[in-house]
């Protein structure tokens, strides 16, 4: 019953919440959208609303409503409290809110958002910070879809090297070809996969007799770690995540309308927080030994491990095949547009004009070395920092999102302020107390956490809403229906 009431409250959260949050954005359906006014036959292209669904999605879900949800089960269904919450009304206002900001300033990549409204240093600090986050996403999701598919071609040549190696290979078509080549034709069919994933381990978990635990605050970790700061970062793709706002300016620059914003920005979040409460649930539900053995299991196979066990079991030999590509995807997906964003992110930054295809490979080969060599490095420990960084990313796109409500709907500014207060108490309390942070006593950097978000929040209420009057408006431009 805990599963399908997440399910169904996630629907609705779509259809109520996100059309508030539409309204209070202000779309206009008659403002030539970045596909028609900077067309260019690479990556600005006006593409079919259901392709830029999937596509949108495919991008964002990676490992991590999967990898992701599997560790934040390990607290138990207090886990499905923060995917549905977090979700509504975090995470898909977060990605409606700056997709469509970046809609309305011409597709432009997350950095150049931060800095139009946040400011110049900032905009400095999150062009190196995104990079860097976007080449851990990268790589993190080359190793885990190569682990995955080593399993199902155990004993041949096609081993974890040769599967990493052709990903790459992959990555690098899809980040120097037009969107419309690879992106564009192979999402569909990987989308068919997806849903087949889901609707059959969900299916499983439902009607196969596992026992779905029924919804509890507490906090059932084997490990004893504490709910917070740790289940807010361990799920973040399904809940909220900063590398979403990464993917949104490749979608911004191929909707056709603005009136299908929410279907594309705010639904797909959903659609992922669908993916992450199957996957919490058979986090939770698939072993007998409960969380003690999923914690054993997690520390033994790794999640990469736990799916491929949990979709032949629940599936069978041809379904759990099915599956298991459905949860390879979902990382693939992600990897080749992580690539392809950090090309249009540096491309941004160094004004370099990518309609020659020369001038594309020329920029992203040193990615791709640097890529290559973040590959070799323990996959655990990129996924630690990729945790912390991606929540910061959004916990900032977030305070972005706030002046510009501000500057256009003034108190409305809310929608965004509140999660994005909150996620600076979560990604200042990780690395206050954290050992890849400053290792400090928990209370102390619960209270430190507490500070900073004062000061942000007095920052954002003096300086940003001044600053905020400052920054030319784009609200009318554009005017003239595509």
């Given at each position: 019953?805990?599963?399908?009431l997440?399910?169904?409250?996630?629907?609705?959260?779509?259809?109520?919440y996100?059309?508030?949050?539409?309204?209070?954005?202000?779309?206009?359906?008659?403002?030539?959208?970045?596909?028609?006014?900077?067309?260019?036959?690479?990556?600005?292209?006006?593409?079919?609303?259901?392709?830029?669904?999937?596509?949108?999605?495919?991008?964002?879900?990676?490992?991590?409503?999967?990898?992701?949800?599997?560790?934040?089960?390990?607290?138990?269904?207090?886990?499905?409290?923060?995917?549905?919450?977090?979700?509504?009304?975090?995470?898909?206002?977060?990605?409606?809110?700056?997709?469509?900001?970046?809609?309305?300033?011409?597709?432009?990549?997350?950095?150049?958002?931060h800095?139009?409204y946040?400011?110049?240093?900032?905009?400095q600090?999150?062009?190196?910070?995104?990079?860097?986050?976007l080449?851990?996403?990268?790589?993190?999701?080359?190793?885990?879809?190569?682990?995955?598919?080593?399993?199902?071609?155990?004993?041949?040549?096609?081993?974890?090297?040769?599967?990493?190696?052709?990903?790459?290979?992959?990555?690098?078509?899809?980040?120097?070809?037009?969107?419309?080549?690879?992106?564009?034709?192979?999402?569909?069919?990987?989308?068919?996969?997806?849903?087949?994933?889901?609707v059959?381990?969900?299916g499983g978990?439902?009607?196969?007799?596992?026992?779905?635990?029924?919804?509890?605050?507490?906090n059932?970790?084997?490990?004893?770690?504490?709910?917070?700061?740790?289940?807010?970062?361990?799920?973040?793709?399904?809940?909220?995540?900063?590398?979403?706002?990464?993917?949104?300016?490749?979608?911004?620059?191929?909707?056709k309308?603005?009136?299908?914003g929410?279907?594309?920005?705010?639904?797909?979040?959903?659609?992922?927080?669908?993916?992450?409460?199957v996957?919490?649930?058979?986090?939770?539900?698939?072993?007998?030994?409960?969380?003690?053995?999923?914690?054993?299991?997690?520390?033994?196979?790794?999640?990469?491990?736990?799916?491929?066990?949990?979709?032949?079991?629940?599936?069978?030999?041809?379904?759990?095949?099915?599956?298991?590509?459905?949860?390879?995807?979902?990382?693939?997906?992600?990897?080749?547009?992580a690539?392809?964003?950090?090309?249009?992110?540096?491309?941004?930054i160094?004004?370099?004009?990518?309609?020659?295809?020369?001038?594309?490979?020329?920029?992203?080969?040193?990615?791709?070395?640097?890529?290559?060599?973040?590959?070799?490095?323990?996959?655990?420990?990129l996924?630690?920092?990729?945790g912390?960084?991606?929540?910061?990313?959004?916990?900032v796109?977030?305070?972005?999102?706030?002046?510009?409500?501000?500057?256009?709907?003034?108190?409305?500014h809310?929608?965004?302020?509140?999660?994005?207060?909150?996620?600076?108490?979560?990604?200042?309390?990780?690395?206050?107390?954290?050992?890849?942070?400053?290792?400090?006593?928990?209370?102390?950097?619960?209270?430190?956490?507490?500070?900073?978000?004062?000061?942000?929040?007095?920052?954002?209420?003096v300086?940003?809403?001044?600053?905020?009057?400052?920054?030319?408006?784009?609200?009318?431009?554009?005017?003239?229906?595509?």
């Amino acid at each position: 019953m805990s599963f399908i009431l997440g399910i169904i409250l996630l629907i609705v959260g779509y259809f109520t919440y996100g059309k508030f949050v539409e309204k209070v954005f202000g779309i206009n359906e008659n403002r030539k959208t970045p596909a028609f006014t900077k067309g260019d036959g690479v990556d600005y292209i006006p593409m079919p609303t259901w392709k830029v669904f999937l596509i949108q999605l495919l991008n964002i879900a990676g490992t991590g409503p999967i990898f992701g949800a599997l560790q934040g089960a390990l607290w138990g269904p207090v886990a499905y409290f923060w995917i549905v919450l977090g979700c509504i009304f975090a995470g898909a206002v977060h990605d409606f809110t700056s997709g469509m900001i970046m809609v309305r300033h011409d597709g432009c990549s997350i950095a150049e958002y931060h800095g139009i409204y946040l400011g110049k240093v900032l905009k400095q600090v999150m062009r190196v910070f995104t990079v860097v986050l976007l080449l851990l996403v990268g790589v993190v999701f080359v190793t885990s879809p190569a682990m995955l598919l080593s399993m199902l071609t155990a004993g041949t040549f096609f081993n974890k090297s040769v599967w990493i190696a052709i990903i790459f290979i992959y990555y690098f078509l899809a980040t120097i070809l037009p969107i419309d080549v690879l992106i564009g034709r192979l999402y569909p069919i990987f989308g068919a996969c997806l849903i087949i994933m889901a609707v059959g381990v969900g299916g499983g978990m439902l009607f196969e007799g596992y026992k779905i635990p029924a919804l509890t605050l507490a906090n059932l970790n084997p490990t004893k770690a504490p709910i917070f700061p740790g289940l807010f970062i361990t799920i973040a793709c399904g809940a909220i995540s900063g590398f979403h706002g990464t993917q949104s300016p490749m979608m911004a620059r191929c909707l056709k309308t603005e009136k299908d914003g929410r279907k594309v920005f705010y639904g797909a979040m959903i659609a992922e927080g669908i993916i992450a409460m199957v996957w919490a649930t058979v986090g939770m539900a698939f072993y007998k030994g409960g969380l003690p053995e999923l914690a054993q299991q997690l520390t033994k196979i790794g999640a990469s491990g736990v799916v491929y066990q949990s979709c032949f079991a629940v599936m069978g030999a041809l379904g759990g095949v099915l599956a298991v590509l459905g949860a390879v995807i979902c990382p693939i997906t992600s990897g080749d547009t992580a690539f392809r964003g950090a090309r249009l992110l540096l491309a941004d930054i160094f004004k370099i004009d990518q309609k020659p295809i020369s001038k594309r490979i020329t920029l992203v080969l040193p990615v791709f070395a640097v890529g290559i060599i973040l590959s070799q490095v323990n996959f655990d420990i990129l996924w630690r920092y990729f945790g912390w960084a991606n929540q910061t990313v959004a916990m900032v796109t977030l305070w972005a999102a706030s002046v510009y409500l501000y500057k256009y709907r003034g108190n409305y500014h809310w929608v965004t302020t509140l999660p994005a207060m909150f996620m600076t108490v979560v990604t200042s309390t990780y690395i206050y107390t954290q050992k890849i942070g400053f290792n400090m006593p928990r209370t102390i950097g619960i209270v430190l956490a507490l500070i900073t978000m004062v000061v942000f929040f007095t920052c954002f209420m003096v300086y940003g809403r001044k600053y905020a009057k400052t920054i030319p408006d784009v609200s009318k431009s554009s005017s003239t229906a595509a």
